[in-house]
């Protein structure tokens, strides 16, 4: 990730069920993506974590294994924690809201809501896959970020790749739909 004037560089990956939920489908057209380069877009930031651990850096920032790869270590102060059970994954998940630069979720299977707790104010570390939804987000926490696209790869399985900036002091124009 490098710093720029205006944000962060980042690259994250949108899953394939929610990618289709931002297209326009038609009848006489193949479905249109209404994410484009050189859009503004709001996305929920999150990292599927195998764990979130205590770290031993004194510094917060996010380190991208490659700049064409989503695969981070994020090391950051946790300032709020949220828990969910989730039926299908069978468990219990902890969500920890974090900003090494830009606000982010940490995600990783609980283990305990009294050890989760503890992991406010701590310095934490997460090793996994930098995540964004940009349709629906119903975790426990929520704290979008606004990214400029930069660029948009398709890979195998229908998913994307967003590369962009985020953006300070940009708002994204919110539309519900009747």
Known sequence: MSETMRGSRLIFMVE???WADTLVYSRSKPPEP???VG???EAQLWVKADSIGISIQTRQGIQFASTSEPDVVVDSIVERVGEERVALEGGDYVYALVRPGFPLVLISKSSGVSSSRGLIGKMV?????LYGSVSIWTGPIFSPVVVRVL???PLPDESRLIEGITSKGETV???RYA
């Open 173 to 175: 124009t919110r539309v």
């Open 34 to 36: 209404t994410i484009r």
């Open 151 to 153: 660029s948009i790869s």
């Open 125 to 129: 570390e997460a090793r996994g896959t």
């Open 16 to 18: 394939e069920w929610e």
């Open 39 to 41: 859009d503004l877009i």
